[in-house]
């Protein structure tokens, strides 16, 4: 047996000895589960009650609200899920047919997707080991090196000849990104930057919330996000003709009337129901608990991880607050090897860790794309894993509708 497996060996345990002493004993620990503890059930039967669970409703306006304050946006759209609220961000900030736009090679595929939405190409680029994001530095040398300007001022893309009109940029795991120089690049480049915030709800790069940094950022309030809204997402712009344009699109188009239907173009059914937005009120009202869990269950981790040889216990950027969405753990690159051994050990024994997504330009609807030199996120996603994250592993199981039945059913 070399010493390369007896490490390997050694590293899977010391994990698993720091995993248990972590999280709270149970049969099995999900990467991450969402968490009901407020007035969920009091919001959603109250929805019930008025007959509005459609694309209508107060409580899509209240949601609206409330996150608009909570991230000192001046405008939340409140969308279906955050793949449309990327889809719209792209339409209304001019990317069109054969556009290339710039997208982080490290990603889930939803970015790339709502790129392809636009019959636009996503141009894969490398990320920055400090945040885990679109690399600035190494972006504007790629795009000095391919670009020229045409007459108009648009960078075009010697190689295929296609305008480069955008930058969307993923606050992976909940990190902040390193907006000024991003904003800096797309500048030099004449690129609209679009904020993939779907994971950082709550985080902020120097004081300011992300998603509201760039000309426009998405959200995403599905299951497995910080807060949910079951499916949900939401467009944040400071603009308020962005903010017009969005509303508009993504309730198809209807000119506003007492009974008439007229649209004046074709528009999209991206509404949020009634229904999301009341759980999605119940739960953004418990998101400072929330996020103070996150941030208590990251610093059990570093510190439990800082014991162990070989790995990496991922922490914000010296600029930045994060949500810790996921925490991340990063396996030295002697060992990674044996990444996939560790996470059969530990999902067989109820830990449910993840490697990162599969990296863009490997997925067969995505070869052809252009991109950079992606060395760092080649060398990252071979040895990053994510950690259980759930909210309930720091503050306990929230209430469910059975755990309300049998505690009625006791106290009568």
């Not at 459609?54 to 409580?59: A, H, K, Q, T």
């Not at 279906?80 to 792209?90: D, M």
């Not at 904003?183 to 998603?211: M, P, R, W």
Request: aromatic letters at 8%; glycine letters at 6%; charged letters at 20%.
């Amino acid at each position: 047996m070399n010493s390369n497996t007896l490490d390997s060996q050694r590293i899977i345990q010391e994990i698993i000895e720091c995993l248990n002493e972590v999280i709270p004993p149970a049969d099995s620990v999900p990467l991450h589960e969402p968490f009901f503890g407020g007035e969920e059930w009091d919001c959603l039967r109250e929805c019930l009650s008025s007959g509005f669970v459609s694309s209508i409703g107060p409580f899509v306006d209240t949601f609206e609200k409330k996150l608009a304050v909570f991230t000192g946006a001046r405008y939340a759209i409140a969308v279906v899920n955050g793949t449309s609220a990327l889809h719209i961000s792209l339409k209304i900030s001019g990317v069109k047919e054969h556009d290339e736009v710039i997208v982080p090679a490290m990603t889930f595929v939803a970015t790339a997707n709502a790129v392809t939405y636009c019959n636009a190409t996503p141009h894969f680029a490398d990320i920055s080991s400090e945040t885990l994001c679109l690399d600035p530095e190494k972006l504007r040398e790629h795009l000095a090196g391919i670009v020229k300007k045409n007459p108009d001022g648009d960078s075009i893309n010697r190689k295929t000849g296609q305008r480069i009109k955008a930058v969307v940029v993923v606050h992976s795991f909940g990190h902040p990104a390193e907006m000024e120089k991003l904003l800096s690049v797309c500048t030099e480049f004449n690129l609209a930057l679009i904020e993939d915030a779907a994971e950082s709800l709550g985080s902020y790069y120097k004081g300011q919330h992300t998603g509201t940094i760039g000309s426009l950022g998405t959200l995403s309030f599905n299951g497995n996000k910080i807060i949910t809204t079951g499916g949900g997402g939401a467009i944040l712009t400071n603009d308020p003709f962005l903010a017009q344009t969005a509303k508009h699109l993504t309730t198809t188009a209807k000119i506003p009337h007492p009974w008439r239907f007229f649209h004046d173009q074709a528009g999209y059914n991206y509404r949020m129901p009634n229904l999301n937005a009341a759980l999605g009120c119940a739960q953004l009202d418990q998101l400072p608990k929330f996020l103070a869990a996150k941030r208590a269950l990251a610093a059990k981790y570093s510190s439990a991880f800082e014991r162990v040889k070989g790995v990496t216990f991922f922490l914000e950027p010296s600029f930045a607050t994060s949500n810790y969405w996921l925490n991340a753990l990063l396996i030295d690159p002697a060992l990674a090897h044996n990444r996939d051994g560790l996470l059969d050990t530990c999902n067989q024994l109820g830990f449910k860790l993840r490697p990162a997504w599969e990296l863009m330009h490997t997925l067969p609807m995505y070869t052809h794309c252009p991109r950079m030199d992606l060395s760092t996120a080649e060398n990252t996603v071979r040895r990053l894993i994510n950690l259980p994250s759930s909210v309930s592993l720091m503050i306990g199981p929230g209430t469910t509708a059975p755990q309300l039945e049998r505690r009625s059913a006791k106290e009568n």
